[in-house]
């Protein structure tokens, strides 16, 4: 009863072409939301990331036998596909590592302007507790880890204004609120596992523009004036610029422009994190009803055939724990 190498690579095949389907589909919705609120487009990218990591499973008990490929076709499918996602994996990997020893490295920050501005952003009731750190490592603020988060802050923005205090730790609260790590930290597996289809590629980066657009709807929604926290956003990136020698603020411009907009909509500050669960439930309800499709318009009869028939044509083609330094 072992697996051929054949069913396997029209196994993976097909898992490719369901993903490109579903990709095709979430950048379709996405287009459909662009004058929606970047909380929605969110919701969009993170059912889409869900189910795309869900849909393999359930497929596994499907017979992958009858829509086997070839074997030579099956070896360079499986060679090729394997190399890119251990790349894209190890890739990963090494950037949660490289966020952990950069965590470790920092230190507490003490100073009360800042522990008090973040329990004024927080309020009472904190579902969990946010550590706040000081590095020298970094030019922007980041937010890193789902079940105890952290906020590191460069230690050259110690003594910005108040406001823009405001602005840095409620952008990087409402990160940790909607556990947007753990969001990005899926959506580069999703890339590693579908990185044939370039929509993969361009799918990562959406999801990583909604998270960050939503963050930044919560600044507003903090009571941060639009102008001072897009000025806030360019001297972070002229920070980047001056540190790491080049832009890297790829997507500066349409936040700055988004924040300015004052005809765009905007979603409320408070997410919670419950809201990941029921997005993730719904997920897996789309991906088991998919599996459900397919096993129902598998023709029996297809099973009889040789299993070198049919094979369904292949689409050819820091972060770290939080997406990389990113304008704040
Ligand atoms: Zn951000």
Known sequence: MGVTLGAAAGWLA????????????????????RRRDAATRR????????TLLIVPLPRLLLDASARALPETA???????WGLGALVLTLRLALGVSRSRALARRSS???RRAWTETLEALQGAGAPVAVELRVTDELSGPVARGVLRPQILVPREMLDVSPEQRRSVLAHELAHVARADSALLLAGALVRALYWITPLSWRALVALRDAAEDAADDAVLGAGVRSSSYAALLVGLARARLDRAGRATAGGLRRRVVAILDPERARSRVSASRWVAPRLAAAAALLACSLTACEARTDPLEERGHASAQGSPALNNINIGSTEPARGK
Do not use: K, N, S, Y
Request: charged share 10%; net charge neutral.
């Open 14 to 33: 097909l898992l490719q072409l369901e993903g490109l389907g579903l990709l095709a589909l979430a950048f379709a919705l996405d287009r459909c939301a």
């Open 74 to 80: 099956a070896l360079v499918v499986l060679v090729v």
């Open 108 to 110: 507490p920050l003490r």
């Open 43 to 50: 919701a969009i990218w993170t059912i889409a990331t869900a």
